[in-house]
């Protein structure tokens, strides 16, 4: 399977914190691929160096072309969708305004529609008129996961998508993924729930200390229980 994302001897800052450690990570086209770790050993900050939001130098490529150093904007438009931890929506816009917002390509060409995003998360349509800044934290989350997908991008890159959700909704939230693969739209999931993480990947990798400690399937990673000792559990 050729790379749709191939991150190579990665290194990130702030400042002059030196948070990632030459890492290396690759995504397959139609492949779900979950990055796991302790808050804290550089999940985010590995996200964020691929869509331009940290200082970073080694190599990221999309699709085949270098995007290292672009502008957050010129990567979105190349078709790697980023949905961040924040849940940013625009509050005094309603539902169906901030869905609109993210189309970035020819409406009548892209595979989602609206009523692909209403019939993933029916809540959205009850609340299509409603400002976002009125919604719950788990419909945020909704809004901002469809409001990405309908720039349809090719790869996404999701950060925390059940953080501080209710069980009902975290449901939902492993469906959407589902689904994503379901249409060939790639996935680089961060995630702190274990459970969900090795229920919809293909590959995973772990991180501990800005670096990649393991990389492997979901059941080698199940069978590995000093990886998961020493690296995922509290």
């Known amino acids: 399977m050729s790379a749709l994302l191939d991150i190579r001897q990665l290194h990130a800052f702030y400042g002059k914190s030196h948070v990632l450690h030459g890492v290396d990570l690759h995504v397959g086209a139609g492949e779900i691929v979950s990055l796991l770790g302790r808050n804290g050993v550089g999940r985010s900050t590995l996200v964020k160096a691929a869509m331009g939001q940290v200082a970073a130098r ?3 490529r999309f699709k085949g072309a270098d995007i290292l150093g ?5 990567i979105a438009h190349r078709g790697l969708g980023y949905v961040p931890e924040s849940r940013d929506v625009f509050p005094t816009l309603t ?12 409406a009548d060409t892209g595979r989602w529609r609206l009523g692909d995003m ?3 998360f029916p809540r959205l349509e009850e ?3 409603v ?7 788990g419909e945020q989350q909704m809004l901002t996961l469809c409001r990405t ?6 790869l996404m890159m999701i950060d925390e998508p059940t953080e501080g959700l209710a069980p009902q909704v975290v449901a939902p939230v492993a469906r959407y993924l589902l689904a994503l693969r379901e249409r060939g ?5 961060v995630e702190q729930k274990l459970a969900i993480a090795l229920d919809i990947s293909q590959r995973v990798y772990v991180m501990g200390r800005g670096a990649i400690v393991f990389e492997g399937t979901p059941e080698q990673l199940r069978q590995d229980g000093g990886v998961r000792r020493e690296w995922l559990e509290v």
């Open 149 to 154: 997908l309908m720039g349809d991008p090719d």
């Open 118 to 120: 209403y019939r993933m």
């Open 185 to 189: 739209i790639a996935v680089l999931l």
């Open 131 to 137: 400002a976002a800044g009125l919604l719950s934290g």
């Open 58 to 60: 080694g190599a990221v």
């Open 70 to 74: 672009l502008k957050a904007y010129q």
């Open 95 to 106: 539902v169906e305004q901030n869905l609109l917002l993210g189309r970035k390509r020819n």
């Open 127 to 129: 609340r299509r008129g």
